[in-house]
């Protein structure tokens, strides 16, 4: 039993290691970061960030992975792109999350959204909450401009690079 609880408490800090090494990527001129942490002989962490590719690749061993670690490889919840092929990620006013987490739409449940399609937002406004590690992370909208598409749904995961919406 004693060997769960080492590596629940690897896990459990292996989490807060990817969110650091996300924003590490993001504040830094990196493109890609990869880490592989190793416990034991059966225990080890393989972590893979890359801006560009917008992938986030964790591998964590043995499989029975800890809850938080297996959100950190969920896929992005985000609806299939409107019309055409296009990359929600790739359009000019993209606001992509800094961050593995839950995005949520309003301060609470029931509360009205911090911001709807079509709204003028000023720069710094909150567009919505990331929650990481039971932590709050206000998202604030990068420019001044007019919310075009919200790309998630209230409670849904994202990934570090994930479109969350489009502010143009």
């Known amino acids: 039993m004693s ?42 962490l393989t972590v893979s960030l890359s801006k560009h590719g917008k992938t986030v690749a964790v591998h964590a061993a043995p499989a029975a992975q ?4 297996a959100a950190a490889t969920a896929p ?17 006013g993209a606001v992509t999350s800094p ?17 709807q399609i079509g709204q003028k937002v000023a720069e710094g406004d909150t567009l919505l909450i990331v929650e990481a590690m039971k932590t709050m992370n206000h998202i604030p909208s990068p420019r001044a401009g007019t919310v075009k598409r919200i790309l998630v749904d ?13 502010v143009e």
């Open 99 to 115: 961050m593995v987490g839950t995005a949520y739409l309003a301060a609470e449940p029931g509360a009205t959204p911090f911001v």
């Open 66 to 69: 800890p809850a938080p670690a």
């Open 3 to 44: 060997n769960d609880s080492e590596n629940g408490k690897h896990h459990e800090g292996d989490v807060a290691f990817i969110q650091s090494l996300a924003e590490l990527l993001n504040a830094s001129n990196l493109s890609d970061i990869s880490v592989k942490r190793e416990y034991g002989e059966h225990d080890r």
């Open 76 to 92: 992005a919840a985000t609806p299939a792109p409107a019309g055409g092929g296009e990359d929600p990620a790739s359009l000019p």
């Open 154 to 166: 209230d409670g849904t995961p994202v990934e570090f690079g994930a479109p969350l919406m489009v």
